[in-house]
């Protein structure tokens, strides 16, 4: 095998790593984010079926509770619970393969590795490989510039200029 077959053999594998990992992201797969989006979901159907007047779905019969705590005869009320929503930019920092507390310049580094990972230039014109390196190079990009604006809202404020 020559040397340049061996790098197209790299590239190839780096694409197809890039585009597997996104996949799994857009599939849903990803464990952490499903377990917070779930959990919030089930917190969120608990309150709200614990709110008066909520309809219970099935109706089970219920078995009296007697050991409730009372204070001056009236049940004692729980504090309502602070529901924590799933982190919607999670998922771009998934996409650049960073933890949700790193540091703007390893986002940034991450960004360039993977921004030259999926270079399209690297592929012949008009072929599949090329066309899947910039639809990853773009989904990398999106990620980058959320993230960016986020963490710096001033830092896009040169991209909208208009001359």
């Given at each position: 095998m020559s040397f340049g077959?061996?790098?197209?053999?790299v590239y190839l594998s780096?694409?197809?790593?890039?585009?597997?990992?996104?996949?799994?992201?857009?599939?849903?797969?990803?464990?952490?984010?499903n377990t917070a989006a779930s959990s919030?979901?089930?917190?969120?159907?608990?309150?709200?079926?614990?709110?008066?007047?909520a309809s219970v779905a099935s109706q089970t019969p219920l078995t009296p509770v007697?050991?409730?705590?009372?204070?001056?005869?009236?049940?004692?009320q729980s504090p309502p619970q602070q529901i924590a929503e799933p982190d919607p930019m999670m998922i771009h920092y998934k996409v650049?393969?960073?933890?949700?507390?790193?540091d703007i310049s390893v986002i940034k580094d991450a960004w360039m590795s993977l921004r030259q990972r999926c270079d399209p230039s690297r592929f012949p014109e008009g072929?599949?490989?090329?066309?899947?390196?910039?639809?990853?190079?773009?989904?990398?990009?999106?990620?980058?510039?959320?993230i960016r604006d986020f963490l710096d809202p001033q830092a896009g404020r040169f991209d909208k200029l208009e001359i």
């Amino acid at each position: 095998m020559s040397f340049g077959n061996r790098i197209r053999t790299v590239y190839l594998s780096q694409i197809k790593a890039l585009k597997d990992h996104l996949e799994r992201l857009d599939l849903g797969l990803d464990s952490e984010y499903n377990t917070a989006a779930s959990s919030f979901d089930a917190q969120k159907e608990l309150s709200e079926s614990m709110q008066p007047g909520a309809s219970v779905a099935s109706q089970t019969p219920l078995t009296p509770v007697t050991d409730i705590p009372v204070a001056n005869g009236q049940p004692l009320q729980s504090p309502p619970q602070q529901i924590a929503e799933p982190d919607p930019m999670m998922i771009h920092y998934k996409v650049l393969g960073v933890p949700r507390n790193a540091d703007i310049s390893v986002i940034k580094d991450a960004w360039m590795s993977l921004r030259q990972r999926c270079d399209p230039s690297r592929f012949p014109e008009g072929s599949e490989e090329r066309g899947t390196a910039k639809n990853i190079q773009k989904r990398v990009d999106e990620s980058w510039k959320a993230i960016r604006d986020f963490l710096d809202p001033q830092a896009g404020r040169f991209d909208k200029l208009e001359i």
